[in-house]
């Protein structure tokens, strides 16, 4: 098929993310990014296993995390990936309005992410927890920072897409687009779930 | 809007190489700034042997001789092997699986320029203070302590071209697995292609940890961080780990490509198929999963205790066995072979000794107990230039020598060929054979001299002769090069008349859509088969259309840019206030160029069935 194209509902195709060439070598180079991805966040988790104990006199993990903040931040990235997998589902089946609206559900539910982070960080620092206090302080803020950093990546970028394909619907062109910042939004709300478990829990409980 | 050979101004061309996303200028841009890092690299050698030729010498002293030996190492691996390395894959991969274009042109372009503005930015620290000095490695335990803003040069650098290299490697591997023309299945791929698709494999999972290594490093020296700080609760082996889990698979970056390069060429100079392809491939494969396992093994003397380092032993002696099937394929794919000894065959035939005495002392230094007594001499130093120079360096020129043709359109001379080679060659035993003993000897790597009547003059003052010989090998290969721009000979499309792969069926150099039909491969050297069968081409698998093209774009220099430019603010912003704006500055050139990428459309271009005619005639006539 080709990316121009102009399809409806019927005939627009079952995979559109894989429907064209460019498509294709989008969505297996995306994936194997993400491969890459898994590694350097690995390492900075290796990194924080290995220091978190190492608090040179600062705040510890046990004084200073709280679960409901973490909690609620955790709820909503995680309905945030539910969410954008309704977008996707609708961009399956050629519904534009739908798509976006549930795309901006989860871009709403991100920024109510990113928000808490920031505002949790804040705290922290008021704590005495500053990114220079320790080896403890420098891996949780940079394993933790670089997530949240792909967060507020992937809001701009969703967001872009958002706006730019606002008024031309979809086509075989961005679909791809579209399903590739999903798949990054996954990816994000997976590491989170590492995180909560090896930063939170694992600092709140031993 | 086709610019199909057509004559165009010195701004023009630029213009062109600067906006370029086609595979075949973007290799030229690899090989050009390789080549020139390489020769920077040479220099920086050349005076670390002069220094060196002589005890008690005063020509490059202390600091200064920690700086050139530090880049040396760093530019060599990083800023000459990688992107020569790369220019091979761009030049030939994609048309060796009969493809038309890399599968991202536009990140194809992006890699080139972040590591050129990488490089240019380490090779800066010369005029701004000071170049790094803690060692290609860097260890942290040295790093941390190093005044000024050498190491910063590296650790911004690095991180920069690193990108443009984590970017190559996803693009060839989307290239090999999508893009093969019909027919052309795995188990038919030439083998520097089935070498690339593992390299990139590799390079995917090897630079995310280094990636992580530097941003600790540029945390803990600019920015208050305590990663590798002891006083801070940090721990400088983290970064040790960090460094060899990508520095040991980095070895094998470089050295898989060129096991494919001269599988070509004894296969093409042997007139006969690889000896063993599919135990060529699963060697292949088998390397690259092992050169994940062994990392450790260049801290057995960090205190891992013995059971971390018997299994690391073990694991890396492992390495030896498909290394050593390669070894014999290669052997066997002469044997009754029509052999012709031209330039690049030369060196395929040096090159089986001589890695082999590096494997050979890679296994000596892999018995972790001995180790102890190589660690950090010069037997080390002579273990890995007999790997990189041995394997990797004469990989490069004989690749560059069989390519030449492919890629520029001219043969270089081949007895000023054959000159380099054997200038080369002896130069290449003279430097570092002795330095196997002056190591065993005792003489420490990385000390900038030693003392007269310990035994070590002799062996350092053959060192040094053997470097001016490699010298003047590569003064032979320039003058073949301008000679050749001048006035070579004219290459055909199938330049050396025994080409078995699909590159040699396109015309030298090839047309920026590479195929006017795609090709379609019915067996392990494709072209081969068409020549044995007496025809003239390739069988077509597709009817004259109009071909799809990306648009060229300015976009990746400017991407590339912005974070040379960022990274030039955050270095300085301790000390002036505009560093942090510099710094943010450049990041939002690099944002708002990836904005532009995104939110404007780049459907490419056609061209047209008549003009793919026209151009094809031009070349048939």
């Known amino acids: 098929m080709h990316v121009e194209e102009k399809l409806t509902a019927e005939t627009f195709p079952a995979s559109p993310e894989k429907a064209t060439l460019e498509g294709k070598n989008k969505f297996l180079g995306f994936w194997l990014f993400l491969g890459g991805e898994t590694v350097l966040f690995a ?19 046990e004084e200073l995390f709280k679960m409901p903040l973490v909690f609620v931040a955790t709820m909503l990235l995680l309905t945030s990936s539910l969410t954008s997998v309704y977008a996707i589902y609708h961009m399956k089946n050629f519904d534009f ?64 897409l958002m706006i730019r394909n606002a008024k031309r619907g979809l086509d075989l062109y961005n679909a791809p687009k579209f399903y590739v910042a999903s798949l990054y939004w996954h990816f994000i709300d997976v590491v989170w779930v590492f995180i909560f478990t090896v930063v939170y829990l694992m600092g709140m409980v031993g | 809007m086709s610019t199909l050979a057509r004559k165009k101004g010195v701004g023009a061309v630029i213009w062109d190489y600067l906006t ?25 050698a050349l005076f670390i042997r002069i220094q060196l030729a002589k005890p008690n010498n005063d020509f490059l002293v202390g600091g200064l001789y920690n700086q050139v030996l530090t880049m040396h190492g760093t530019t060599m691996i990083f800023l000459a092997a990688m992107p020569l390395v790369f220019a091979m894959m761009n030049a ?96 038919r791929m030439p083998m520097f292609t089935w070498a690339t698709f593992v390299t990139s494999a590799l390079i995917l999972f090897a630079f995310p940890p280094l990636t992580v290594g530097l941003i600790f490093m540029m945390m803990d020296r600019l920015f208050g961080g305590n990663f590798y700080n002891p006083a801070g609760g940090g721990n400088t082996i983290i970064w040790e780990h960090l460094f060899w889990i990508f520095g040991h698979p980095e070895v094998y970056i470089l050295v898989l490509p060129a096991f494919g390069i001269f599988s070509e060429i004894f296969a093409t100079f042997s007139k006969k198929r690889l000896f063993g392809y599919s135990s060529m491939v699963f060697a292949t494969v088998l390397i690259g999963f092992l050169g994940f396992m062994v ?31 390669k070894i014999f394929n290669w052997l066997f794919t002469m044997w009754g072979g029509n052999i012709r000894f031209t330039t690049p065959m030369l060196y395929a035939v040096a090159f089986i000794p001589s890695f082999v005495m590096g494997g050979v002392t890679g296994v000596m230094n892999a018995a972790a107990a001995a180790d102890y007594q190589y660690h950090d001499s010069y037997f080390v130093v002579a273990h890995f230039h007999y790997v990189i120079v041995g394997g990797v360096v004469f990989a490069l020129l004989a690749g560059a020598h069989y390519w030449w043709p492919k890629m520029f359109g001219k043969m270089l001379n081949e007895t000023l060929g054959k000159i380099t080679f054997w200038l080369f060659f002896i130069g290449f035993h003279l430097t570092f054979f002795i330095q196997h003993f002056l190591g065993l000897m005792g003489m420490p790597r990385r000390v900038f001299t030693y003392l007269p009547g310990q035994g070590l003059e002799t062996g350092n003052l053959i060192s040094t002769v053997g470097a001016f010989f490699m010298a003047a090998a590569t003064i032979v290969l320039l003058v073949n090069v301008v000679i050749t721009t001048a006035k070579g000979q004219k290459a055909e499309a199938d330049a050396w008349g025994d080409g ?4 040699w069926a396109v ?31 390739l069988t077509p698998a597709e009817p004259l259309g109009d071909i799809h093209m990306p648009n060229p774009s300015i976009l990746p220099f400017i991407i590339s840019l912005g974070l040379f430019i960022a990274a030039f603010g955050f270095m300085y912003h301790n000390e002036y206030s505009w560093g942090l704006f510099v710094g943010i500055g450049g990041l939002l050139i690099t944002l708002g160029s990836m904005f532009l990428r995104s939110v404007i459309d780049d459907h490419g271009f056609h061209i047209h069935k008549e003009e793919v005619l026209e151009a094809e005639k031009g070349v048939k006539a």
């Open chain 2, 295 to 325: 990392w450790a093994h260049h801290m057995f003397t960090v205190g891992m205790g013995p059971i971390a380092n018997a299994i690391f032993a073990v694991a890396t002696m492992a390495i030896a066995v498909p290394t050593g099937i």
């Open chain 2, 500 to 503: 078995r792969t699909l590159e």
């Open chain 2, 507 to 537: 015309a030298s150099p090839p047309p920026e859509y590479n195929f006017a039909q795609t090709p379609l491969v019915r067996g392990l050297d494709a072209l081969w088969i068409e020549k044995m069968e007496g025809k003239k081409g």
């Open chain 1, 97 to 160: 309005k739908k798509m976006q609206l549930w795309f901006g559900i989860t871009v709403l539910l991100g920024a109510g992410f990113l928000g808490l982070e920031i505002f949790e960080f804040n705290e922290y620092v008021r704590e005495g927890h500053v990114f220079t206090k320790s080896a403890f302080a420098s891996s949780f803020y940079t394993l933790v920072g670089t997530h949240g950093a792909h967060v507020a990546f992937g809001l701009l970028w969703i967001l872009t």
């Open chain 2, 92 to 187: 030939v991969v994609p048309i060796q699986i009969g493809a038309r274009d890399v599968a991202f042109p536009f990140l194809n372009a992006l890699g080139f320029w972040l590591f050129f503005f990488g490089g240019v930015f380490l090779n800066l620290s010369w005029f701004l203070g000071g170049a790094p000095d803690a060692g290609w490695t860097s260890y942290a335990s040295l790093s941390l302590e190093s005044p000024g803003h050498g190491i910063d040069f590296y650790v911004l650098g690095l991180q920069i071209s690193g990108f443009g290299t984590l970017m190559g490697g996803i693009n060839f591997l989307v290239t090999i697995i999508n893009m093969r023309a019909p027919g052309m299945t795995y188990m």
């Open chain 1, 43 to 61: 390492s900075l988790f290796a990194t924080y296993l290995a220091l978190r104990d190492k608090t040179a006199g600062g705040p510890s993990a």
């Open chain 2, 20 to 44: 370029t996303v086609d595979h075949k200028k973007i290799a030229i841009l690899y090989l050009i700034a390789g080549g020139f890092f390489f020769l920077i690299g040479g220099l920086e």
